[in-house]
């Protein structure tokens, strides 16, 4: 994490069905912290281990964590951790998203 407050990211590295980064978003916005993440999926390309980990970070409902908004995928391999890397270095991350709180739903599976 990078000590500018326009800079501050955690990014997130690890590979097959990769919870980390949306887990970590969910902790620490709970936490009252809206700290950007940016997910990095690690693995053999063309392996289902390396698709379940990009599709774990692209697929997260509101899309909390950063990605390549490019290349309209997640950040990917060596090369992408360093394209993450650089991008929290150079202060070009996008404006925080705005999170819409949903109400608490008690007793959904009760019958009626």
Partial sequence: MCGCPDKDAIICVGGKAFALPGVFDAFAHANGNDQRVIGVALGEPGSRAFEAAKLSIEDLPGAPVIIDEIAGTCYAGAAGLAKAIDRVIDGELPPQKLRVEKPV????????
Avoid at 105 to 112: A, G, I, L, S, T
């Fill in 105 to 112: 739903q008690m007793e959904v599976f009760r019958n009626f």
